[in-house]
């Protein structure tokens, strides 16, 4: 019952809003929109289980006194002071103080941090690209080739050196790399479509945990 | 010389935190990225409660209850989530997982096949035979339909790769490279972007070197 029960329910919701995208009527209309609405309600509460389980590892952490216990509390603070500020701040409470706090931590400590996350990362794929990049094989070639001249193509630096460059990275964008994109969707389409009718049906159960047993 | 608000000065000191892993990793970086965990975390649930749960369900009960008591329903099956921390009762969240599972599929089939496999194949076939772009436009065309069949034929595996459809794999790959190259360059330059962007607020904000 454990788990004839889960499966029964993906059953049917799965075969009825599979038909009901078929169904072109104000009530089909009603039913999805209503269904969006209840699913965003829903999967909020998934938050709880996320967020549960960050404290969780961290609370763990600081309490055994694990190596480097003490950024766990660094963490925690930034999700009481984060969270806290941007719940007394919203909609529901409107605390003007909050907000305006909530406002400045993200455009000054959460933006800037989360930027230069991922700029530390060019000099990461810079030295991952010099390794892949050793036109070793025909085709290392032509994936170097492209990936030079799409980043030629986009810089100011590229027109000066030829000012054919940027017409021929378009090029290279709306054709060869359309192509390669359309059938990689193709694929992940049919892959996807594979993947939610094997869960509906019952077939892929490996949600279920214990590995579908 | 140097900026008076003490929020740029906050800004500049996270970000130099940040690419202070660059030379290795230190005390100083695990700070700005626990910091960086947490306040994430904490700026999704702000979100998750300002954006979602107020509007779609707080907002709605408080407002008429008697004609929106059926938003209950979704938020106790959401509700099941928490008897994950509930070792006895965990089988529970399988119940929240199963609806989410259930009309995320539901939902996802019909637009997956339309937008994914549909309208690309469409998109493909009429830029192909769009005879109004012209001698190079219609070439360009063609050409891209060639790379979207022979870029599916790499992907066919029920059948060895030999003959005219190792041929086809083969050019396949070849548009595969450059849309692989293509990406990687697209994603290059918008990190590089980013990293601009950095260096410009500590050189411009903060130590007002560029004005």
């Given at each position: 019952m454990k788990q004839k029960l889960p499966l029964l329910i993906v059953l049917v919701l799965g075969i009825f809003f599979t038909i009901q995208f078929f169904v072109p009527s104000r009530a089909s209309e009603v039913t999805y929109q209503t269904t969006l609405q209840w699913w965003l309600v829903m999967s909020s509460f998934a938050m709880v289980l996320a967020l549960g389980s960050l404290i969780n590892h961290h609370a763990l952490k600081i309490k055994r006194r694990k190596?480097?216990?003490?950024?766990s509390w660094v963490t925690l603070a930034g999700i009481a002071v984060m969270g806290g500020l941007g719940i007394l701040g919203?909609?529901?409470?409107?605390?003007g103080w909050a907000n305006d706090a909530y406002t400045r931590l993200f455009l000054f400590v959460q933006a800037p941090m989360d930027s230069a996350m991922f700029a530390i990362l060019a000099f990461y794929m810079a030295s991952a690209s010099y390794r892949a990049f050793r036109a070793r094989s025909r085709e290392a070639t032509v994936l170097l080739v492209s990936g030079f001249v799409v980043m030629l193509g986009i810089i100011p630096f590229g027109a000066m050196l030829w000012h054919r460059i940027p017409d021929i990275a378009e090029w290279v964008m709306m054709v060869p790399n359309m192509a390669s994109k359309r059938g990689i969707l193709f694929g992940i389409g049919l892959g996807a479509t594979a993947t939610a009718l094997k869960i509906i049906l019952g077939i892929e159960r490996s949600w279920l945990g214990g590995g579908g047993k | 010389m140097f900026s008076h608000d003490p929020w740029v000065w906050i800004a500049a000191i996270m970000t130099l935190a940040i690419f202070s892993f660059l030379y290795k990793e230190n005390w100083f970086y695990r700070i700005a990225e626990h910091l960086f965990v947490g306040m994430s975390a904490g700026y999704a649930m702000a979100r998750a409660w300002n954006?979602?749960?107020?509007?779609?369900?707080f907002n709605p009960l408080f407002a008429d209850f008697g004609r929106n008591?059926?938003?209950l329903i979704p938020a106790l099956i959401g509700l099941?989530?928490?008897?994950?921390?509930v070792p006895k009762f965990s089988?529970?969240?399988?119940i929240p997982i199963a609806v989410g599972l259930g009309l995320g599929s539901g939902l996802s089939i019909a637009p997956t096949i339309q937008t994914d496999i549909i309208k690309q194949m469409q998109s493909a076939i009429a830029d192909a035979s769009n005879?109004?772009?012209g001698g190079w436009g219609l070439a360009w065309g063609i050409l891209s339909f060639i790379g979207v069949l022979t870029t599916l034929s790499y992907f066919f595996?029920?059948?060895?790769?030999?003959g005219a459809l190792k041929v086809s794999a083969s050019i396949g790959i070849w548009f595969l490279m450059v849309g692989f190259g293509a990406s990687f360059g697209n994603t290059v330059m918008g990190r590089v972007s980013l990293l601009i962007g950095r260096v410009q607020f500590l050189l411009t904000d903060w130590i007002h070197v560029i004005r």
């Open positions: 190596e480097g216990w003490w950024n919203g909609p529901s409470f409107r605390m | 954006n979602a749960l107020v509007p779609n369900l008591w059926p938003l099941l989530y928490i008897f994950r921390f089988h529970l969240i399988l005879v109004s772009a595996f029920s059948r060895e790769h030999k």
